[in-house]
């Protein structure tokens, strides 16, 4: 299976800083990708690259095989990338159907009326599809709650015919029930077909829903683990860039695994994983 999405050599200079050296990032179809490392390690200046809210210096950006240009947030969604930021850019004092259908509003043919009829209606379904339970889709998006609202900024991503959905730090600040509504969330857009990349600091979340870890610290991919068969230590040790003497090398992937390490390169060995957590959990914070 060919990964939708690829980068390949993603380099990024802000001034005299480097951002990211020579990144490469692959996701297929049906798996949820974490993205993890510590503060300045890169991965929100990666996403907004993916996002097209930043133009990457060199690399190449890869949808379906064939190269492509992406220079402007609308580049990326015409595509089928979404992304959903912690600050969800939803507006409190509008309703469901509002926030959904914000600026992509439906009209009556030939009429500049809004067709509130079949915006409801498709309002509906995508919330059933996603399976979000709401008192109703006429209250304010300030009455929901945490884990609410941020299935109503995901469903939003799901009217836009979204092939691939990044989420940073989806469960942030929410309760426990609120985020194990977000994590069901994740798992139902994996098995719809979706490509799923998941940043976040709380390692927890990511063995809960992920398939494939990769790891950045200091701007550089380090390393990809399969989560199946990895343990939280070996990705807190390529997060910080520890050394062990059981086995584990510098760049945080245990020696003689199945995770690949890539160092500079960033390269992946491009296999399509399916997993299941088999280790501990724990959290960086």
């Keep these: 299976m060919e990964p939708i999405l690829q980068l390949r050599g993603i380099n990024k200079s802000f001034g005299a800083v480097q951002a990211l050296r020579n990144v490469d990032l692959e996701v297929y ?7 993890v490392g510590d503060n300045g390690a890169g991965k929100s200046t990666l996403i907004k690259i993916i996002a097209g809210v930043y133009a990457p210096d060199s690399g190449e950006y890869i949808v379906d095989n064939r190269r492509v240009n992406v220079t402007r947030p609308q580049d990326a969604t015409h595509l089928g990338i979404e992304t959903v930021y912690q600050d969800l850019a939803l507006c409190d004092n509008l309703d469901v159907v509002s926030n959904l259908f914000l600026g992509r509003e439906d009209t009556i043919s030939g009429l500049p009326f809004m067709n509130s009829t079949e915006m409801e209606r498709r309002t509906i379904d ?8 709401i008192r109703s889709v006429h209250v304010p998006v300030s009455a929901l709650s945490g884990g609410q609202r941020q299935s109503i900024a995901v469903a939003k991503t799901i009217l836009r015919n979204a092939r691939i959905v990044i989420l940073d730090e989806p469960t942030a600040a929410l309760g426990v029930a609120q985020t194990r509504q977000v994590l069901q969330l994740i798992k139902r857009l994996r098995d719809q077909g979706l490509g799923m990349v998941v940043i976040s600091h709380n390692l927890a979340d990511v063995f809960e829903v992920v398939d494939r870890v990769i790891v950045m610290r200091l701007g550089r991919r380090v390393a990809s683990f399969d989560i199946k068969s990895t343990t939280t230590e070996q990705i807190v040790a390529a997060i910080t860039g520890a050394e062990f003497s059981n086995g584990i090398d510098g760049q945080g992937a245990s020696v003689g695994s199945t995770a690949s390490v890539n160092g500079d390169e960033g390269a992946d060995d491009g296999n399509h994983p399916a997993y299941q957590h088999e280790s501990g959990k724990g959290s960086i914070q």
């Excluded at 179809?29 to 993205?35: A, H």
């Excluded at 995508?126 to 339970?133: F, G, I």
């Design 29 to 35: 179809g049906g798996e949820v990708v974490g993205l």
């Design 126 to 133: 995508v919330l059933r599809q996603l399976d979000v339970k």
